[in-house]
């Protein structure tokens, strides 16, 4: 469904699981590009002019133990 939106200009799914998170952008050739992004990542949000460490998303998550 966010593909059809034609002012939407970035997308994330961010795991909630582990440390990570995919950027869904849309380029200039009105194309979808995926960036992956993991510890220690700067995530980059053009469309709204942020930046920020993936660390900062994740502030105060607990992950619990697998197993």
């Not at 002012?7 to 849309?26: F, N, P, S, T």
């Not at 995926?34 to 002019?49: F, M, P, R, V, W």
């Amino acid at each position: 469904m966010y593909r059809r939106n034609p002012i939407l200009q970035d997308y994330l799914l961010v795991d909630a699981e582990k440390i990570a998170i995919d950027l869904y952008r849309h380029n200039e050739l009105g194309n979808w590009e995926i960036i992956n992004y993991q510890a220690g990542d700067t995530i980059e949000l053009k469309s709204i002019n942020l930046s920020c460490l993936i660390e900062d998303i994740y502030e105060d998550i607990v992950f619990e133990a697998v197993g």
